[in-house]
Every structure is written in C-alpha cells, then in structure tokens.
C-alpha cells in the first residue's frame, strides 16, 4: 500500500508469509517436518556456517532452513510477527514460558554473578531463582514492589554482591497484586551498575499485560519475555514461552536454544501463528470485560480490597505516576480478598459456575485461583503476608464472556459464602 506503514494488527494476517510458497495457501501450513534439503553440498556448508557461529551471513545472503531444532518456517514467521506489537528487532519462541525465561539466565549468568529480581514474581520463576540458580553458585538480591531507585540500591549494596550484579529481572504488573515497577527506573539501575567490562541486563517478564498493553523496550529493557501460552496463544490449548530483543541479544539465546534444544515445534508455532490474528480483538475484549467486573466487585459488602489498576488515582501517586507513563491499559487481571480467610475463599471459589476454576490466565475463558495455595504455594508464609499475598486473596483472569454472565456468576457465588462480620452486624 504504497509507503503506508500498517498496524500490528493488520499485519498479523499476512506479515513474513507469501502464499506462492505454499501452493496458494492462504495460511502458512504446519512444516512438520524435521529436516530440509539442500540444492548442493556448497548451500548447506554456508548455512552451517551461519548457524554455528563460524562467519557472519553476509550482506544478501539468505540464511536457508537447516533442521527444526534450529530453525522451521513456521517458527520463523511467527518471530517475525512477534517483534511487530514490542517494535523488537528479533524474536526467540521456546516451548514454554519457563524454557524461555530459564534460557535467558543461563545465556546471561554464570557461578558467581549475581541476579536482582522483584517479588512477588511468577511462583515458577521464583522456584527457578531460589532453588535452581542457587545451586549454580549466582546470587540472587530481592527487593519489593513500591520500594525507590535509593532503597534498591541500598539492598544491592548491603547485600555484598553489587560487583558481581548481571541482571536485573522484573514483572510488572506483578502477578498477583497488580503491583507496577518503573521500567525506566530499573534502567537507570542498571545503567548505574553496568561498566567498561560488563553490561547488567534488563529483562522483563511483561506475561501479565501481553504484548499489547505494556511495551518495556520502550522504556528502556533489553529483554522481554513472555509465556505466551498466556494472552498470545489466549485459548488454552497450547504451551509457549517468547523472548524478544536486540538482533545480538536474540543471537546469543537462540544460540543457546540450539543446544538446549527446547524451541518451538511447528504445531506450536501454528497454533501460536493462528492467534496472533485475534490478539488484538480479544484483549480488548477481556480489558472491557474486567473494568465492569472491577466495579462490581468494588462495590459488594463481602469484598475488602480489590486489586484493579483501572482504580488507581491521585491517593497513590507513585503507583498512578507509573501507570500513567508505562501502561496502555489497565489489562483484565483482578484481584481481590475476600472478606474472612481460605475458607470463604474456597467456598467462592467452589461455587463459581462459569467461571473455571483453574491456574493460568489470559485465555478466552474467565479463569479464577486461589494464590496461596496455588500459583504462590512455595513463597515463604511470612513473605507471603509481607507482599500481601493472603489466605484471603482470589485472583481471576478476565475472558471474552459477556461481562453481565461473568457479573451474575460472581454474585452467586458470593451469595454462598458466610461471612461472619455481616452475620453479626
């Protein structure tokens, strides 16, 4: 269309696929395949080459498709498509979101370096730092949502690993709390510990608010990454983990991928292919969907607190501050305690109709958990009161369902629950 330059969502049907390659077909098939052939012994040495690091491809040169561990059409077109909503120069698709996230750490730390991370995290995530790095020999310094760039600093200093300080790995909005973190601040903080000899990392896991409401490269990462069995797959019927950065950057991981062996198949990568096209429609769908349920549940005498970052104002001014400057959107994740503790969490929860009952989040249907005892069960109890994640607490993920289904589902389901305080007021 001439020079226009179209929306992601356009470009989602069509971007980095021709159908003349296919036989005319409309959409990229699945190459399932697990190996290519060569026109001669000369075009698979150079591809060889190029893929194993021994010489850079040169100006023109068309790197050509060697092995599905190491690269299958279908899993090129889609990494292509990826980079269009983060403006990122490439992309890396792994079989699930931990493969993805647990690449990028190895790529980027060794024994002895040192990881700062922000909690509360992704119960996985924190498993794979607390349990698995440390066995490793690399550090790990935590610090809160809400604390400033002085007070982060602080805790790396005491903490007597500054010097050794590679990356620093965020997810904002922090999953469950809603809680946000400066991006552009946690930059600065990476810039202040980087020097001649080394580079401290930025990666931000941006799972929460998929690639359409959040971009953290704008603002200053060098990495993002996604489980995109989340938002971007959005029908929970596949596992799929995104990484996403400068062309150097996603070299070394890919590089890693190739003998860690865990890319995406072809089947992944269709599947995943197949639901960029809606992305768009749907997430602005669920972002409708959760400011209605949001209000509701605002508003009902059984709730005490609810988590929605729609209701952020003045009377939080860091938060908002940091809200207003990063987010597109406030997304479609609530959550909320309940008035009591786990057992008028369970008997909500064990009640719901529509609404399913599972872990996971960002899928057409409404999705709701108990934290605590599931996403969250191996946080310390202790830290789980300090981050506020309670026997009380119930995360839902908003879907595409009428918001009035999804409203009257949640009242019923409050309507079973025996709260005491009301009993006797």
């Known amino acids: 269309m001439n020079d226009r330059k179209l929306h992601p969502e356009s470009l989602m049907m069509s971007y980095g696929y021709n159908p003349e390659w296919s036989e005319g077909a409309i959409k ?20 060889f080459e190029v893929a194993y690091g021994k010489r850079e491809q040169r100006p023109n040169e068309k790197m050509g498709l060697i092995y599905s561990r190491i690269n299958n059409p279908d899993l090129e077109i889609l990494e292509n498509r990826m980079t269009l909503w983060d ?38 995530t924190e498993h794979l730092l607390q349990h698995v790095l440390t066995q490793f020999g690399i550090n790990i310094i935590r610090f809160k949502t809400g604390q400033s760039r002085e007070k982060i600093i ?45 580079t401290v990392y930025l990666a931000v896991d941006n799972t929460y608010f998929g690639p359409l409401w959040q971009h953290p490269l704008k603002h200053g990462a060098d990495i993002v990454l996604y489980s995109a069995t989340k938002y971007i797959g959005g029908h929970s019927d596949v596992i799929a983990g995104a990484v996403l950065g400068s062309s150097a950057i996603i070299k070394r991981i890919k ?87 786990e057992k008028e969490a369970f008997m909500f929860l064990n009640n719901l109709k529509l609404i399913k009952l599972a872990v996971s989040l960002g899928s057409t249907e409404s999705l709701a958990e108990h934290p605590a005892t599931m996403t969250h069960v ?42 005491k305080e009301l009993e006797t007021a």
């Open 28 to 47: 990229c098939p699945i190459f399932q395949t697990s190996t290519f052939v060569f026109k001669t012994a000369e075009e698979g040495k150079a591809f």
């Open 87 to 124: 403006d990122a120069e490439d992309c890396a698709v792994f079989e699930s979101g931990m493969s993805a996230i647990s690449t990028v750490m190895l790529e980027f730390l060794k024994p002895g370096d040192s990881i700062l991370y922000s909690s509360p995290l992704y119960g996985g």
């Open 154 to 198: 602080d805790i790396v200093n005491e903490s007597g690993h500054a010097a050794s300080l590679k990356m620093i790995y965020i997810e904002t909005p922090a999953n469950p709390t809603n809680d946000l973190i400066d991006i552009a601040c946690c930059t600065d903080i990476a810039q202040y510990y980087s020097t001649e000899a080394k």
């Open 255 to 341: 590089t890693l991928r190739t003998f860690l062996g865990n890319m995406a198949g072809p089947w992944t990568g269709w599947l995943l292919l197949r639901s960029l096209e809606t992305l768009k429609v749907r997430m602005e769908t669920q972002a409708k969907n959760a400011k209605h349920v949001a209000e509701f549940l605002k508003n009902h005498p059984k709730i005490e607190r609810v988590n929605y970052l729609g209701f952020l104002n003045e009377s939080n001014p860091v938060q908002y501050k940091i809200f207003k400057k990063q987010c597109l959107s406030p997304g479609a994740m609530v959550s909320f305690d309940i008035i009591g503790g």
């Open 378 to 419: 191996d946080i310390d109890e202790a830290e789980k009161v300090e981050l506020g994640i309670s026997p009380q607490l119930i995360r839902l993920s908003i879907g595409v369902e009428h918001y009035d289904d999804l409203i009257a589902d949640i009242d019923q389901a409050l309507e079973c629950v025996k709260v």
